[in-house]
Protein backbone atom coordinates (compact mmCIF):
# COMPACT_ATOMS: atom_id res chain seq x y z
CA UNK A 1 0.00 0.00 0.00
CA UNK A 2 2.84 2.64 1.05
CA UNK A 3 4.58 1.62 -2.13
CA UNK A 4 1.82 2.69 -3.97
CA UNK A 5 1.19 5.85 -2.48
CA UNK A 6 4.69 6.27 -3.48
CA UNK A 7 4.56 5.45 -6.88
CA UNK A 8 1.02 7.79 -7.31
CA UNK A 9 3.40 10.68 -5.39
CA UNK A 10 6.15 10.10 -7.77
CA UNK A 11 3.66 10.08 -11.42
CA UNK A 12 2.03 13.38 -9.71
CA UNK A 13 5.01 14.67 -9.73
CA UNK A 14 6.33 14.17 -12.86
CA UNK A 15 3.03 14.90 -14.57
CA UNK A 16 3.28 18.25 -12.86
CA UNK A 17 7.04 19.21 -14.03
CA UNK A 18 5.69 18.04 -17.70
CA UNK A 19 2.72 20.91 -17.50
CA UNK A 20 5.73 23.32 -16.14
CA UNK A 21 8.05 22.92 -18.61
CA UNK A 22 5.89 22.18 -22.02
CA UNK A 23 5.18 25.56 -22.68
CA UNK A 24 1.51 26.44 -24.05
CA UNK A 25 1.33 28.83 -27.09
CA UNK A 26 -0.55 32.38 -25.86
CA UNK A 27 -2.90 33.72 -28.53
CA UNK A 28 -1.98 34.45 -31.92
CA UNK A 29 -4.72 37.15 -32.41
CA UNK A 30 -6.01 39.63 -29.91
CA UNK A 31 -8.61 42.09 -31.47
CA UNK A 32 -9.60 43.98 -27.66
CA UNK A 33 -13.41 43.47 -27.80
CA UNK A 34 -13.70 43.03 -23.99
CA UNK A 35 -10.69 43.57 -22.31
CA UNK A 36 -6.84 44.47 -22.77
CA UNK A 37 -6.20 40.64 -23.18
CA UNK A 38 -3.14 40.82 -20.66
CA UNK A 39 -0.91 43.76 -22.70
CA UNK A 40 0.23 45.93 -20.11
CA UNK A 41 2.83 48.94 -20.09
CA UNK A 42 6.75 48.22 -20.41
CA UNK A 43 7.99 50.59 -19.10
CA UNK A 44 8.49 54.62 -18.62
CA UNK A 45 5.84 56.71 -18.06
CA UNK A 46 2.28 56.78 -18.75
CA UNK A 47 -0.58 54.20 -18.65
CA UNK A 48 -2.04 50.64 -21.03
CA UNK A 49 -5.42 50.45 -20.78
CA UNK A 50 -8.73 49.37 -22.53
CA UNK A 51 -11.03 51.26 -24.10
CA UNK A 52 -14.70 49.82 -24.95
CA UNK A 53 -14.93 51.97 -28.17
CA UNK A 54 -16.74 54.89 -26.88
CA UNK A 55 -14.07 57.17 -27.66
CA UNK A 56 -11.90 55.08 -29.66
CA UNK A 57 -12.34 55.87 -33.32
CA UNK A 58 -14.40 53.59 -35.38
CA UNK A 59 -13.56 50.49 -33.50
CA UNK A 60 -15.58 47.78 -31.18
CA UNK A 61 -12.96 48.11 -28.73
CA UNK A 62 -8.80 49.23 -28.41
CA UNK A 63 -6.33 48.62 -26.11
CA UNK A 64 -5.16 52.45 -25.75
CA UNK A 65 -0.84 53.85 -24.91
CA UNK A 66 -1.15 57.16 -23.41
CA UNK A 67 2.72 58.49 -23.31
CA UNK A 68 2.52 61.31 -20.94
CA UNK A 69 2.20 61.17 -17.38
CA UNK A 70 2.10 64.79 -15.47
CA UNK A 71 2.57 66.40 -18.18
CA UNK A 72 5.76 64.94 -19.71
CA UNK A 73 6.08 62.67 -22.72
CA UNK A 74 8.27 59.62 -22.57
CA UNK A 75 9.32 59.02 -25.87
CA UNK A 76 9.53 54.97 -26.19
CA UNK A 77 6.59 54.15 -23.59
CA UNK A 78 5.75 50.87 -25.13
CA UNK A 79 3.02 48.15 -24.82
CA UNK A 80 4.08 44.27 -23.56
CA UNK A 81 2.73 40.98 -23.56
CA UNK A 82 4.65 37.95 -21.41
CA UNK A 83 5.33 39.51 -18.28
CA UNK A 84 7.87 36.74 -17.40
CA UNK A 85 8.28 33.79 -14.51
CA UNK A 86 5.60 31.62 -16.00
CA UNK A 87 7.38 28.86 -17.93
CA UNK A 88 3.81 27.57 -19.15
CA UNK A 89 3.47 30.74 -21.28
CA UNK A 90 5.03 31.97 -24.51
CA UNK A 91 3.76 34.99 -26.36
CA UNK A 92 4.52 33.23 -29.60
CA UNK A 93 6.67 30.52 -31.12
CA UNK A 94 9.23 32.61 -33.41
CA UNK A 95 9.87 29.42 -35.12
CA UNK A 96 6.72 29.04 -36.38
CA UNK A 97 5.46 33.19 -37.01
CA UNK A 98 7.54 35.79 -39.12
CA UNK A 99 5.64 38.46 -38.73
CA UNK A 100 3.41 40.84 -36.67
CA UNK A 101 0.33 42.46 -38.06
CA UNK A 102 -0.53 46.03 -35.75
CA UNK A 103 -3.79 47.78 -36.92
CA UNK A 104 -3.29 50.93 -35.07
CA UNK A 105 -4.90 54.39 -34.66
CA UNK A 106 -1.76 57.17 -34.43
CA UNK A 107 -2.74 60.57 -32.78
CA UNK A 108 1.24 61.18 -31.06
CA UNK A 109 4.56 62.33 -32.37
CA UNK A 110 5.29 58.35 -32.49
CA UNK A 111 6.38 57.30 -36.48
CA UNK A 112 8.64 54.83 -35.25
CA UNK A 113 7.32 51.17 -34.57
CA UNK A 114 10.40 48.42 -33.16
CA UNK A 115 10.35 45.49 -31.33
CA UNK A 116 11.94 44.28 -28.65
CA UNK A 117 11.66 41.65 -25.80
CA UNK A 118 13.05 38.18 -24.60
CA UNK A 119 13.17 34.67 -26.49
CA UNK A 120 14.68 31.75 -25.69
CA UNK A 121 15.14 28.01 -27.51
CA UNK A 122 11.99 26.39 -27.89
CA UNK A 123 11.19 23.33 -25.14
CA UNK A 124 13.68 24.78 -22.69
CA UNK A 125 13.15 26.99 -19.37
CA UNK A 126 16.70 28.30 -19.97
CA UNK A 127 17.41 31.93 -19.33
CA UNK A 128 15.85 33.89 -21.82
CA UNK A 129 18.14 36.48 -23.86
CA UNK A 130 17.46 39.85 -25.01
CA UNK A 131 15.55 40.16 -28.48
CA UNK A 132 17.78 42.84 -30.89
CA UNK A 133 15.69 45.83 -32.07
CA UNK A 134 14.00 44.36 -35.41
CA UNK A 135 14.19 46.12 -38.99
CA UNK A 136 17.08 48.80 -37.96
CA UNK A 137 15.28 52.23 -37.61
CA UNK A 138 11.56 50.42 -37.55
CA UNK A 139 8.53 50.82 -39.51
CA UNK A 140 7.12 54.25 -40.50
CA UNK A 141 3.60 55.01 -39.01
CA UNK A 142 1.82 58.09 -40.13
CA UNK A 143 0.14 60.22 -37.58
CA UNK A 144 -3.08 61.80 -37.50
CA UNK A 145 -3.87 59.09 -40.26
CA UNK A 146 -7.64 59.75 -39.97
CA UNK A 147 -8.45 56.20 -39.16
CA UNK A 148 -6.53 53.17 -37.97
CA UNK A 149 -3.47 52.09 -39.98
CA UNK A 150 -2.36 48.60 -40.52
CA UNK A 151 1.12 48.01 -40.29
CA UNK A 152 3.68 44.72 -40.32
CA UNK A 153 6.74 44.32 -37.88
CA UNK A 154 9.35 41.23 -39.75
CA UNK A 155 10.44 39.15 -36.58
CA UNK A 156 11.53 36.95 -39.00
CA UNK A 157 15.37 36.94 -37.64
CA UNK A 158 13.98 35.95 -34.26
CA UNK A 159 13.98 31.93 -33.31
CA UNK A 160 12.75 29.65 -30.25
CA UNK A 161 10.10 31.37 -28.27
CA UNK A 162 9.29 34.58 -27.27
CA UNK A 163 8.38 34.91 -24.11
CA UNK A 164 8.50 38.94 -23.34
CA UNK A 165 7.27 40.94 -26.65
CA UNK A 166 8.12 45.07 -26.32
CA UNK A 167 5.90 46.59 -29.26
CA UNK A 168 7.79 50.39 -29.50
CA UNK A 169 6.22 52.95 -30.50
CA UNK A 170 8.60 55.61 -30.57
CA UNK A 171 9.44 59.72 -31.70
CA UNK A 172 12.50 62.32 -31.19
CA UNK A 173 13.36 63.26 -27.99
CA UNK A 174 12.51 66.45 -28.70
CA UNK A 175 9.08 65.69 -29.18
CA UNK A 176 6.31 66.30 -27.11
CA UNK A 177 2.49 64.79 -28.01
CA UNK A 178 -0.27 66.93 -28.16
CA UNK A 179 -2.48 67.28 -24.75
CA UNK A 180 -4.81 63.96 -24.77
CA UNK A 181 -3.56 62.11 -27.49
CA UNK A 182 -3.22 58.11 -27.44
CA UNK A 183 -2.05 55.62 -29.51
CA UNK A 184 -5.47 53.19 -30.24
CA UNK A 185 -4.36 49.31 -31.23
CA UNK A 186 -7.02 48.27 -32.46
CA UNK A 187 -5.61 44.60 -33.49
CA UNK A 188 -2.32 42.46 -33.01
CA UNK A 189 -1.90 38.91 -34.96
CA UNK A 190 1.05 36.93 -35.08
CA UNK A 191 1.30 35.74 -39.19
CA UNK A 192 3.88 32.99 -40.79
CA UNK A 193 3.67 35.08 -44.29
CA UNK A 194 2.61 38.96 -45.62
CA UNK A 195 -0.24 39.86 -47.33
CA UNK A 196 0.46 40.30 -51.18
CA UNK A 197 2.26 43.74 -51.45
CA UNK A 198 2.28 45.94 -54.51
CA UNK A 199 5.19 46.18 -56.43
CA UNK A 200 6.58 48.56 -59.47
CA UNK A 201 9.43 46.48 -60.33
CA UNK A 202 11.97 46.77 -57.85
CA UNK A 203 10.28 49.53 -55.88
CA UNK A 204 7.73 47.75 -53.30
CA UNK A 205 4.62 49.64 -52.35
CA UNK A 206 5.26 52.91 -54.19
CA UNK A 207 1.72 54.43 -53.53
CA UNK A 208 2.41 54.30 -49.74
CA UNK A 209 -1.55 53.59 -49.34
CA UNK A 210 -0.90 49.65 -49.98
CA UNK A 211 -2.37 47.14 -48.00
CA UNK A 212 0.53 46.25 -46.39
CA UNK A 213 1.74 49.98 -45.94
CA UNK A 214 4.28 51.20 -44.10
CA UNK A 215 7.79 51.55 -45.68
CA UNK A 216 10.72 50.05 -43.83
CA UNK A 217 12.96 53.20 -44.25
CA UNK A 218 16.67 53.06 -43.16
CA UNK A 219 18.51 56.30 -43.15
CA UNK A 220 20.08 58.90 -40.48
CA UNK A 221 17.01 60.06 -38.57
CA UNK A 222 19.19 62.71 -36.61
CA UNK A 223 19.93 64.76 -39.78
CA UNK A 224 17.24 63.84 -42.25
CA UNK A 225 13.51 62.51 -40.72
CA UNK A 226 11.33 60.73 -42.54
CA UNK A 227 7.90 60.02 -42.31
CA UNK A 228 4.73 58.21 -43.93
CA UNK A 229 2.71 61.39 -43.84
CA UNK A 230 -1.04 62.78 -44.28
CA UNK A 231 0.04 66.48 -44.88
CA UNK A 232 -0.26 66.05 -48.77
CA UNK A 233 -0.73 63.08 -51.42
CA UNK A 234 -0.38 63.25 -55.02
CA UNK A 235 -2.88 60.19 -55.20
CA UNK A 236 -3.97 58.55 -52.61
CA UNK A 237 -4.36 59.47 -49.16
CA UNK A 238 -0.45 59.25 -47.81
CA UNK A 239 3.33 60.20 -49.16
CA UNK A 240 6.34 59.94 -47.65
CA UNK A 241 8.10 63.35 -46.04
CA UNK A 242 11.49 63.79 -45.60
CA UNK A 243 12.52 67.06 -43.42
CA UNK A 244 16.28 68.65 -43.28
CA UNK A 245 16.52 68.98 -39.75
CA UNK A 246 20.13 70.70 -40.40
CA UNK A 247 22.02 72.28 -42.97
CA UNK A 248 23.14 69.39 -45.56
CA UNK A 249 26.47 68.86 -45.38
CA UNK A 250 26.90 65.31 -46.63
CA UNK A 251 25.10 62.50 -48.62
CA UNK A 252 21.82 61.12 -47.40
CA UNK A 253 20.42 58.18 -48.53
CA UNK A 254 17.17 56.69 -47.88
CA UNK A 255 16.17 52.72 -49.04
CA UNK A 256 13.08 50.68 -48.63
CA UNK A 257 15.31 47.53 -47.56
CA UNK A 258 13.62 46.12 -50.33
CA UNK A 259 16.11 43.76 -53.18
CA UNK A 260 14.40 42.42 -56.47
CA UNK A 261 15.53 39.09 -57.65
CA UNK A 262 16.06 38.43 -61.30
CA UNK A 263 16.40 35.67 -63.46
CA UNK A 264 19.38 35.08 -66.00
CA UNK A 265 18.92 36.76 -68.93
CA UNK A 266 16.24 39.42 -67.97
CA UNK A 267 18.58 42.04 -67.80
CA UNK A 268 21.18 42.08 -70.65
CA UNK A 269 23.47 44.45 -72.29
CA UNK A 270 21.62 47.38 -73.83
CA UNK A 271 19.21 47.47 -70.49
CA UNK A 272 18.25 50.70 -68.65
CA UNK A 273 16.23 51.75 -65.92
CA UNK A 274 14.02 54.44 -65.28
CA UNK A 275 12.56 55.23 -62.66
CA UNK A 276 9.80 58.07 -62.30
CA UNK A 277 8.23 59.96 -59.31
CA UNK A 278 6.25 62.86 -57.85
CA UNK A 279 8.16 64.94 -55.98
CA UNK A 280 6.30 68.66 -53.58
CA UNK A 281 8.77 70.58 -52.05
CA UNK A 282 8.70 73.54 -49.69
CA UNK A 283 11.41 75.27 -51.24
CA UNK A 284 10.90 77.96 -53.34
CA UNK A 285 14.60 77.24 -54.82
CA UNK A 286 15.73 73.55 -56.71
CA UNK A 287 16.69 70.85 -55.17
CA UNK A 288 18.57 67.55 -56.46
CA UNK A 289 16.99 64.70 -56.09
CA UNK A 290 19.14 61.38 -56.51
CA UNK A 291 18.47 57.40 -57.22
CA UNK A 292 21.08 55.56 -57.26
CA UNK A 293 20.76 51.56 -57.29
CA UNK A 294 22.63 48.96 -56.03
CA UNK A 295 23.06 46.24 -58.00
CA UNK A 296 24.39 42.84 -57.52
CA UNK A 297 25.61 40.35 -59.80
CA UNK A 298 24.69 36.13 -60.35
CA UNK A 299 27.90 36.04 -58.07
CA UNK A 300 27.04 37.78 -55.04
CA UNK A 301 28.96 40.71 -55.98
CA UNK A 302 28.93 44.02 -56.87
CA UNK A 303 28.04 44.98 -60.13
CA UNK A 304 28.91 48.80 -60.97
CA UNK A 305 28.98 51.38 -63.52
CA UNK A 306 32.15 53.29 -64.32
CA UNK A 307 31.07 56.19 -61.95
CA UNK A 308 30.30 53.70 -58.92
CA UNK A 309 26.86 52.76 -57.98
CA UNK A 310 24.42 53.22 -61.57
CA UNK A 311 23.18 56.92 -59.91
CA UNK A 312 20.96 59.33 -61.92
CA UNK A 313 20.10 62.99 -60.08
CA UNK A 314 17.17 65.30 -60.96
CA UNK A 315 16.55 68.84 -59.80
CA UNK A 316 12.99 70.23 -59.68
CA UNK A 317 11.55 73.19 -60.76
CA UNK A 318 12.00 75.45 -57.30
CA UNK A 319 8.18 75.79 -57.64
CA UNK A 320 7.41 75.51 -53.96
CA UNK A 321 4.10 73.47 -52.57
CA UNK A 322 3.65 72.16 -56.03
CA UNK A 323 3.56 68.47 -57.67
CA UNK A 324 6.14 67.93 -59.74
CA UNK A 325 6.43 64.53 -61.77
CA UNK A 326 10.86 64.09 -61.81
CA UNK A 327 12.11 61.01 -64.31
CA UNK A 328 15.38 59.11 -63.85
CA UNK A 329 16.86 57.18 -66.59
CA UNK A 330 19.91 55.47 -65.19
CA UNK A 331 22.60 53.41 -66.99
CA UNK A 332 22.96 49.89 -66.07
CA UNK A 333 26.19 47.82 -66.29
CA UNK A 334 26.71 46.54 -69.60
CA UNK A 335 29.27 43.49 -68.96
CA UNK A 336 27.71 40.30 -69.12
CA UNK A 337 30.35 38.29 -71.11
CA UNK A 338 30.20 35.89 -68.18
CA UNK A 339 27.15 34.62 -67.13
CA UNK A 340 28.11 35.53 -63.45
CA UNK A 341 28.85 38.96 -63.99
CA UNK A 342 25.09 39.46 -65.14
CA UNK A 343 23.03 41.60 -62.85
CA UNK A 344 20.58 39.37 -60.67
CA UNK A 345 19.22 41.64 -57.81
CA UNK A 346 18.44 45.67 -57.28
CA UNK A 347 18.09 47.56 -54.91
CA UNK A 348 16.80 51.03 -54.75
CA UNK A 349 18.39 54.14 -52.70
CA UNK A 350 16.57 57.62 -52.53
CA UNK A 351 18.44 60.82 -51.36
CA UNK A 352 20.57 63.77 -51.63
CA UNK A 353 24.23 64.12 -52.94
CA UNK A 354 26.11 66.70 -52.00
CA UNK A 355 29.10 67.88 -54.28
CA UNK A 356 30.47 70.96 -55.71
CA UNK A 357 28.23 70.53 -58.41
CA UNK A 358 25.00 70.79 -56.72
CA UNK A 359 25.83 72.79 -53.72
CA UNK A 360 23.80 75.47 -54.37
CA UNK A 361 20.63 72.84 -54.25
CA UNK A 362 21.48 71.38 -51.02
CA UNK A 363 18.76 71.16 -48.26
CA UNK A 364 18.87 73.74 -45.60
CA UNK A 365 17.43 73.14 -42.35
CA UNK A 366 13.32 73.09 -42.38
CA UNK A 367 13.09 72.01 -45.79
CA UNK A 368 10.44 69.26 -46.52
CA UNK A 369 10.31 67.51 -49.52
CA UNK A 370 7.19 64.62 -50.61
CA UNK A 371 7.51 61.77 -52.78
CA UNK A 372 4.48 59.65 -53.94
CA UNK A 373 3.39 57.53 -56.61
CA UNK A 374 6.96 56.04 -57.72
CA UNK A 375 7.42 53.66 -60.79
CA UNK A 376 10.12 51.72 -62.37
CA UNK A 377 10.76 49.71 -65.22
CA UNK A 378 14.01 47.98 -67.35
CA UNK A 379 13.41 49.13 -70.77
CA UNK A 380 16.07 48.82 -74.07
CA UNK A 381 18.54 52.02 -73.71
CA UNK A 382 18.70 54.13 -76.37
CA UNK A 383 20.92 53.27 -79.70
CA UNK A 384 23.22 54.84 -81.71
CA UNK A 385 21.56 57.91 -83.71
CA UNK A 386 18.78 58.40 -80.76
CA UNK A 387 19.39 60.71 -78.14
CA UNK A 388 19.43 60.43 -74.76
CA UNK A 389 17.84 63.70 -74.23
CA UNK A 390 13.70 64.47 -73.05
CA UNK A 391 11.61 64.75 -75.63
CA UNK A 392 10.06 68.42 -75.22
CA UNK A 393 6.25 69.31 -76.33
CA UNK A 394 4.60 66.25 -76.28
CA UNK A 395 1.31 65.58 -75.06
CA UNK A 396 -0.98 62.53 -75.65
CA UNK A 397 -4.95 62.34 -75.49
CA UNK A 398 -7.62 61.66 -74.02
CA UNK A 399 -6.08 60.64 -70.72
CA UNK A 400 -7.95 58.75 -69.40
CA UNK A 401 -8.46 56.53 -72.45
CA UNK A 402 -10.73 54.09 -73.82
CA UNK A 403 -10.03 53.24 -77.15
CA UNK A 404 -7.69 55.13 -79.62
CA UNK A 405 -4.22 57.08 -77.92
CA UNK A 406 -3.35 60.01 -79.96
CA UNK A 407 0.46 61.36 -79.71
CA UNK A 408 0.62 65.44 -80.36
CA UNK A 409 4.29 66.00 -81.34
CA UNK A 410 5.92 68.26 -83.90
CA UNK A 411 8.60 65.34 -84.33
CA UNK A 412 8.44 61.94 -86.52
CA UNK A 413 7.91 59.44 -83.20
CA UNK A 414 10.15 55.79 -84.23
CA UNK A 415 8.17 53.86 -81.62
CA UNK A 416 5.02 53.76 -78.77
CA UNK A 417 5.69 51.41 -75.83
CA UNK A 418 3.22 51.20 -73.43
CA UNK A 419 4.05 49.14 -69.66
CA UNK A 420 2.30 48.25 -67.29
CA UNK A 421 3.41 49.04 -63.49
CA UNK A 422 5.54 45.67 -63.11
CA UNK A 423 7.51 47.02 -66.00
CA UNK A 424 6.19 44.73 -68.41
CA UNK A 425 5.87 45.68 -72.02
CA UNK A 426 2.15 45.20 -73.04
CA UNK A 427 1.99 47.09 -76.24
CA UNK A 428 4.04 48.39 -78.96
CA UNK A 429 3.90 50.25 -82.30
CA UNK A 430 6.37 52.17 -84.17
CA UNK A 431 5.92 55.29 -86.64
CA UNK A 432 2.61 56.29 -86.10
CA UNK A 433 1.11 58.62 -83.24
CA UNK A 434 -2.07 56.90 -82.46
CA UNK A 435 -2.32 53.47 -80.86
CA UNK A 436 -5.08 50.93 -80.31
CA UNK A 437 -5.43 50.36 -76.56
CA UNK A 438 -8.82 48.77 -76.04
CA UNK A 439 -7.13 45.50 -75.38
CA UNK A 440 -5.42 46.76 -72.12
CA UNK A 441 -7.28 46.23 -68.81
CA UNK A 442 -8.23 49.49 -66.35
CA UNK A 443 -5.31 49.95 -64.74
CA UNK A 444 -2.65 52.88 -64.99
CA UNK A 445 0.09 52.28 -67.05
CA UNK A 446 3.78 54.21 -68.58
CA UNK A 447 4.05 55.10 -72.22
CA UNK A 448 7.33 55.24 -73.59
CA UNK A 449 7.52 58.10 -76.52
CA UNK A 450 10.59 57.88 -78.81
CA UNK A 451 12.17 59.98 -81.49
CA UNK A 452 15.19 61.04 -82.91
CA UNK A 453 15.61 63.70 -80.41
CA UNK A 454 14.71 61.93 -77.50
CA UNK A 455 12.74 60.27 -75.03
CA UNK A 456 9.06 60.89 -73.35
CA UNK A 457 7.57 58.86 -70.52
CA UNK A 458 4.13 59.74 -69.86
CA UNK A 459 1.83 57.97 -66.90
CA UNK A 460 -1.44 56.75 -68.68
CA UNK A 461 -4.81 55.81 -66.94
CA UNK A 462 -6.96 53.36 -69.15
CA UNK A 463 -10.72 53.27 -68.60
Known sequence: MKKNYFKILFMAAVLFTTIKIAAQQGPTHYQFTADAQSWVKGYGPGTVSWDDGTTTPSSDGALTLDRTEAGTTNNNANIRRGQGGDDAFIVFDADVYNYIKVKVY???EAINVQVQGKFRPAGTTDEPSSIDTQNNNGVLLAKFAGGFQTIYLDVSAITGEVTTLDILFRAGSALTDPSGAKLYIDEIEFLTELPPSTYSEFIKNPSFDDAVGSYTFRGNTTQLGRELSTDFAKDGTKSF???????????????????QPYAAGIITDGKQAKVTMWVRSTRTAPISISVRLKTTNAAGGDSKVATGWPTASVSTSGTADTWEELTFTIPLPQDHTDPASEIRNIEMWLGYINNEENVALNGVTGDVVYFDQMTAVIEDAPTAGVS?????NVNMYPNPVENKLFINSKETLNKVEIFNLLGKKVLSTTNTKSIDVSSLSKSVYLVKISSDKGISTKKLVKN
Do not use: H
Open 388 to 392: SQQLE
Open 241 to 259: KSTFTKDQDAQFWYFNDFS
Open 106 to 108: NET
